[in-house]
């Protein structure tokens, strides 16, 4: 480790879990004011979807440059590089008046946001090995995993009360906190940087693609993450076609952000006793049991009220507490010496995979419950196959 300084630990900690979560933060508050914003901007519900499918994209593509370029520069630079267009992007899309113009700033708000994500799993791995690296993010990982179920619930106070425009300007002001604190507080921790060409990122992705290993923990992470988004993009709309008001449905994400937190302390406890691979595996079969309640409940019932839906997403949840942590530590420290190049491609495939899902699976299949269900289901039966098969080939 960089310190061994109590104080500068906690500082750490603090920064770390802020800027792992503005990323998710921004994705989801404004999803309460969907309905009301695709009237203002005069646009329609699916072609609003695309906000959260550009953003994701946004996130996921620039994670492969970021990662790089913090392995080269350093993690300081693009971190404080990164939170600055984040600010001014965020102030843009409070801005907004057409959903062209949104969609831009979206964009460019990913970018800025994908320096956290990318810089902050990279500084964990400068400096821990994997037993620690893991027990940072059971650590970290609660906090950044109920950051978009939580986030609705702000959101949907805030423009209920100030309007949509003010979730965006909430976001900013968030991102001018963490960037006062990155710039006072946080040290770089990449110390052993090499100059090197942009064309290099090429060489660099290809052994890592190419690594079952590798693979065996971002597929599954893709798919759990790749569901998430599916409900949070379809959600608020079915919830809203209910009968629901925006501030009612904020709420219905908390059971969700409890849940996460539950299946993280069930995976930090059994991850000491069973190891870490049977543990990914309990995550992987919670994966499933929601979806087949899912499945189950969609036969059983019209789907006509929240807990219909909310109770076997939670579920769902308690996976995502679980295979996220582990798997995204399992995958970036498999290759340390890259670890900027590693933390980019994970943010890229997991972000990049949840964009598709959020962006055209509602535009394919439209969006109702029974489009969500079969999509949970078939992700989790994927997810399980896809570790399982890759860690015989590793082996």
Same mark, same amino acid.
């Given at each position: 480790?960089?310190?061994?300084?109590?104080?500068?630990?906690?500082?750490?900690?603090?920064?770390?879990?802020?800027?792992?979560?503005?990323?998710?933060?921004?994705?989801?508050?404004?999803?309460?004011?969907?309905?009301?914003?695709?009237?203002?901007?005069?646009?329609?519900?699916?072609?609003?979807?695309?906000?959260?499918?550009?953003?994701?994209?946004?996130?996921?593509?620039?994670?492969?440059?970021?990662?790089?370029?913090?392995?080269?520069?350093?993690?300081?630079?693009?971190?404080?590089?990164?939170?600055?267009?984040?600010?001014?992007?965020?102030?843009?899309?409070?801005?907004?008046?057409?959903?062209?113009?949104?969609?831009?700033?979206?964009?460019?708000?990913?970018?800025?946001?994908?320096?956290?994500?990318?810089?902050?799993?990279?500084?964990?791995?400068?400096?821990?090995?994997?037993?620690?690296?893991?027990?940072?993010?059971?650590?970290?990982?609660?906090?950044?995993?109920?950051?978009?179920?939580?986030?609705?619930?702000?959101?949907?106070?805030?423009?209920?009360?100030?309007?949509?425009?003010?979730?965006?300007?909430?976001?900013?002001?968030?991102?001018?906190?963490?960037?006062?604190?990155?710039?006072?507080?946080?040290?770089?921790?990449?110390?052993?940087?090499?100059?090197?060409?942009?064309?290099?990122?090429?060489?660099?992705?290809?052994?890592?693609?190419?690594?079952?290993?590798?693979?065996?923990?971002?597929?599954?992470?893709?798919?759990?993450?790749?569901?998430?988004?599916?409900?949070?993009?379809?959600?608020?709309?079915?919830?809203?076609?209910?009968?629901?008001?925006?501030?009612?449905?904020?709420?219905?994400? %908390?059971?969700?952000?409890?849940?996460?937190?539950?299946?993280?302390?069930?995976?930090?406890?059994?991850?000491?006793?069973?190891?870490?691979?049977?543990?990914?595996?309990?995550?992987?079969?919670?994966?499933?049991?929601?979806?087949?309640?899912?499945?189950?409940?969609?036969?059983?019932?019209?789907?006509?009220?929240?807990?219909?839906?909310?109770?076997?997403?939670?579920?769902?949840?308690?996976?995502?507490?679980?295979?996220?942590?582990?798997?995204?530590?399992?995958?970036?420290? %498999?290759?340390?010496?890259?670890?900027?190049?590693?933390?980019?491609?994970?943010?890229?495939?997991?972000?990049?995979?949840?964009?598709?899902?959020?962006?055209?699976?509602?535009?394919?299949?439209?969006?109702?419950?029974?489009?969500?269900?079969?999509?949970?289901?078939?992700?989790?039966?994927?997810?399980?196959?896809?570790?399982?098969?890759?860690?015989?080939?590793?082996?």
């Amino acid at each position: 480790m960089i310190t061994n300084d109590k104080k500068d630990f906690i500082k750490y900690m603090i920064i770390l879990a802020m800027m792992s979560s503005m990323g998710l933060l921004a994705s989801d508050i404004y999803l309460p004011a969907m309905p009301s914003l695709s009237e203002a901007l005069s646009t329609t519900d699916s072609s609003l979807q695309l906000t959260l499918g550009v953003y994701l994209f946004g996130l996921a593509i620039s994670q492969i440059f970021i990662g790089f370029l913090s392995d080269i520069y350093g993690r300081r630079k693009v971190l404080l590089l990164g939170f600055s267009i984040y600010i001014i992007a965020s102030i843009c899309c409070s801005l907004s008046g057409s959903i062209q113009t949104l969609l831009i700033y979206r964009f460019l708000q990913a970018i800025g946001a994908s320096a956290g994500l990318v810089v902050g799993r990279a500084t964990i791995s400068d400096q821990f090995n994997l037993k620690e690296a893991t027990n940072i993010y059971n650590i970290i990982y609660p906090i950044v995993a109920i950051s978009p179920a939580i986030a609705p619930l702000i959101g949907g106070y805030i423009s209920t009360f100030l309007g949509w425009q003010a979730t965006f300007e909430f976001v900013a002001i968030y991102g001018i906190i963490l960037l006062i604190m990155s710039f006072f507080f946080l040290k770089e921790t990449n110390l052993n940087r090499e100059p090197k060409k942009l064309f290099h990122i090429f060489h660099s992705y290809p052994l890592l693609i190419s690594n079952t290993a590798f693979l065996s923990y971002v597929i599954p992470v893709c798919l759990v993450y790749g569901a998430w988004f599916t409900y949070l993009s379809q959600s608020t709309f079915l919830f809203d076609e209910m009968g629901y008001s925006q501030h009612t449905i904020g709420y219905f994400y %908390i059971p969700l952000a409890i849940m996460i937190y539950i299946g993280n302390l069930i995976g930090k406890k059994l991850m000491n006793t069973l190891g870490n691979e049977k543990v990914f595996y309990i995550g992987l079969f919670s994966f499933l049991s929601g979806g087949l309640l899912f499945f189950i409940f969609n036969l059983s019932s019209n789907m006509n009220h929240a807990f219909e839906i909310i109770i076997p997403m939670s579920i769902v949840s308690i996976s995502n507490g679980i295979v996220l942590p582990l798997g995204i530590a399992s995958a970036i420290n %498999i290759f340390k010496e890259k670890s900027g190049v590693a933390s980019g491609l994970v943010g890229f495939t997991q972000i990049g995979f949840s964009g598709l899902c959020a962006s055209f699976i509602g535009k394919l299949f439209g969006i109702s419950t029974s489009v969500l269900v079969i999509t949970v289901l078939i992700m989790s039966i994927l997810a399980i196959f896809s570790h399982y098969f890759l860690k015989r080939q590793t082996n």
